[in-house]
């Protein structure tokens, strides 16, 4: 007889009694995992379920659900040897619940690759009216190691709409029809090398950077011509932010599962807590229209922008020139400024010049050292050449570089420039080299000039940016301009003081802040004495009378329209019409957007008499701006609303001020074009054409050729 046979009978009932408690607590897990957490008001509704995937995100009033199941987050840390280790939500048991409207996903501590971590995360979910917003908190208790990045909220597996637009903001405003085969164009091509391609594509759009994108603002959107789905991080901080735009392979291998949502970077080491609530996303009925308002009842808490001079606002056309390259060759002289450049403006109806390279070196030569060139007089023969140019009408924006230090300038070899520029994350020098070309290959190619980048925070590089404006007020100029103070760097400065490196993720805010001060000085100096910077970001924007835009306003998926109606009184320009080709579809899209006309022949070497088309039609559309200046130059640009367009394949705008409406109408099809454009509450009084175009006598009809252009002026009935 077996010597445990006695217990048998007692075991199997003990082995059966514990099947049994582990299939109901199996069952309940399931039913916990399959568990929904629901909020809704009348707009929209959000599902998580236990397993905190996202469930729903749906739009009430048309049915419409963005959710794909996914989850909702990932996370990356490093430690002193490995970096960018991947910690995900689908290898971790949260607790989830619901608790006077709030949602609540946290857990106790992360796990990666079977090894618990001492890292605490918690996400709350709550409604607020438009949209879902998604707050985070990471803690972070695990020795030796940093939170580097929190990928949160994550839309994924979209069921996108195949009607659905992306919308991004990179310059202003830019569309793609299929994001799909965007992602799949940009993710991972120019360097194939550089990501782990096989696990996913993703196209790097970020605000606000120059180089990968340059997003003016902090949101993105799908839309279609009745709902869409808002992204918006409304982050009064203004750090860096990556809109997440990716493609995951199906069962198949094809990348096809499409995720969308924002990374954001904690840098979070041992000891250390981080919080976020800005993040939303809100499913909405309308046209993309709605993004803007989301957006702009946001920006509203902080936005801070003057209503800028009236000659600003009415500033049609600026030639913007290079008076000395940065290899020395001299393309004018001071005293061609109230000579030939003042005479070829006129000639287009351009009374503003924008003067680069005015200094004794030149261009990107010798940065921060302006001095004028003691050769043509020095300051004195500067300023006099810039009171010669006014004198019969006239403005001069003058140009300093807002962050470049020279690395051969004696500011840098024996001043304080290697103190405070940027650091990498070794503490070596970040530089930046501007291969412009001579005649031959070898400058351009082989022997660029090299920068290093200012610190905006330090207070030295701050007195020298307040110092240069009132140097260009005492020249006589009517505004300062920096160049290169509305965007971020690819990189940045890091503090590599502690046992991590850290990244500063915050330049923008510095820019903002630092030219907050600048138009504060020149406000208290002369309210009429303008500041301006290049790259359009709204932090940034808000403390600016006028942007100069990079890069083009006319490219095929370029849709400033986002920003302009979101900003209406943010003045912008053009760019990137340097030569006498394309020329009408080009200045047409200007007049059509509400775009200063960025003069800068041969990248700013010539005048636009040298490009004849260019300078005709120009000067034809600028006769059509001064006679409709108070409208369309520095009336409100209302974009497509207020008036109806009978015909799809023709553009339309509008803009207001006080009593009248005026409507710009263009097409730039093959075929000729009719349309009828009718302003309920106004009445017709007259117009203006040019290229072909020919309005009805009681503007009930546009006909257009391709690249025609009406403005059509409308009083409003009293």
Request: charged residues 25%; contains cysteine.
């Amino acid at each position: 007889m077996h010597p445990n046979r006695w217990k048998m009978p007692a075991l199997k009932k003990l082995t059966r009694a514990f099947a049994a408690f582990a299939l109901l607590a199996a069952m309940a897990g399931t039913a916990a995992a399959s568990q929904l957490h629901t909020l809704a008001n009348d707009k929209l509704q959000v599902s998580i379920t236990g397993r905190g995937e996202l469930a729903s995100l749906k739009n009430l009033a048309t049915g419409q659900n963005y959710a794909g199941g996914g989850h909702l987050w990932r996370l990356y840390y490093d430690t002193p040897k490995y970096k960018e280790l991947q910690v995900t939500a689908d290898s971790q048991a949260p607790k989830v619940s619901r608790k006077d409207g709030v949602i609540t996903i946290s857990y106790d501590k992360l796990v990666l690759d079977g090894r618990a971590l001492n890292m605490q995360v918690r996400f709350d979910i709550w409604l607020e009216d438009d949209f879902v917003r998604f707050s985070s908190e990471v803690k972070n208790n695990e020795p030796h190691t940093v939170i580097r990045e929190l990928h949160y909220p994550l839309v994924a597996n979209m069921p996108l709409p195949k009607d659905h637009k992306l919308l991004i903001t990179d310059t202003g405003g830019q569309v793609f029809s299929d994001v799909r085969r965007e992602i799949m164009r940009r993710g991972n091509t120019a360097a194939p090398y550089r990501s782990p391609a096989q696990y996913f594509r993703q196209w790097d759009v970020r605000y606000p950077a120059r180089f990968v994108t340059t997003c003016a603002s902090n949101c993105f959107a799908f839309f279609s011509d009745t709902q869409g789905l808002y992204f918006g991080s409304h982050d009064p901080s203004f750090q860096d932010t990556w809109h997440g735009l990716r493609l995951y392979p199906d069962k198949a291998g094809a990348f096809t599962q499409l995720e969308a949502g924002f990374y954001k970077y904690p840098q979070c080491v041992n000891g250390q807590t981080w919080k976020c609530d800005a993040n939303v996303i809100g499913p909405y009925s309308g046209t993309w229209h709605q993004t803007s308002k989301l957006y702009r009842r946001w920006a509203d808490t902080w936005w801070e922008h003057r209503d800028p001079p009236a000659w600003v606002k009415r500033m049609k056309s600026w030639q913007r020139i290079i008076l000395r390259h940065q290899y020395g060759e001299q393309f004018f002289k001071y005293t061609d400024l109230p000579g030939r450049i003042k005479s070829v403006g006129e000639s287009v109806g351009a009374d503003a010049v924008f003067a680069f390279g005015w200094w004794e070196t030149g261009m990107d030569n010798g940065n921060p050292h302006y001095d004028a060139d003691p050769a043509q007089g020095g300051d004195a023969g500067w300023k006099k050449a810039i009171a010669d140019y006014k004198k019969d009408g006239g403005r001069l924006l003058l140009y300093f570089n807002g962050k470049l230090i020279d690395r051969e300038s004696e500011f840098y070899k024996n001043g304080p420039g290697k103190e405070i520029c940027y650091k990498d994350n070794t503490g070596a020098e970040l530089t930046e080299q501007y291969r412009f070309t001579g005649m031959a290959t070898f400058l351009g190619n082989y022997n660029a000039r090299t920068f290093v980048v200012a610190d905006t925070r330090d207070p030295r590089w701050q007195k020298m940016l307040l110092e240069w404006a009132a140097r260009a007020y005492d020249y006589g100029a009517d505004s300062v301009f920096y160049d290169q103070l509305g965007y971020v760097e690819r990189t940045t400065n890091w503090d590599i003081s502690g046992e991590f490196p850290i990244p500063h993720h915050r330049v923008l805010a510095d820019k903002a802040a630092v030219l907050k001060k600048i138009r504060a000085q020149n406000m208290k100096k002369d309210p009429q004495f303008a500041l301006g910077t290049e790259w359009l970001t709204d932090a940034t924007a808000q403390y600016c009378d006028y942007i100069h835009i990079y890069t083009t306003t006319a490219g095929p998926n370029s849709f400033i329209d986002w920003f302009r109606y979101t900003f209406p009184e943010v003045i912008v320009s053009d760019r990137e019409i340097r030569d006498d080709t394309d020329i009408e579809r080009r200045v047409n899209n200007t007049v059509l957007k509400g775009l200063v006309n960025d003069i800068e022949i041969y990248r700013c070497r010539d005048l636009i008499d040298k490009t004849p088309t260019y300078q005709a039609y120009l000067a034809k559309i600028n006769e059509i701006k001064e006679r409709y200046i108070d409208l369309i130059v520095a009336g409100t640009y209302r974009d497509t609303e207020g008036f109806t367009n009978s015909n799809p394949q023709v553009e339309a705008r509008a803009y207001t001020n006080g009593n009248g409406m005026a409507v710009v109408v263009t097409q730039t099809v093959e075929a000729p074009q009719t349309t009828a454009i009718t302003v309920p509450g106004y009445k017709y009084k007259e117009s203006r054409t040019a290229n072909g175009a020919t309005v009805s006598k009681d503007g009930g009809k546009v006909s257009l050729g391709q690249h025609a252009l009406a403005v059509l002026v409308y009083e409003k009935n009293m």
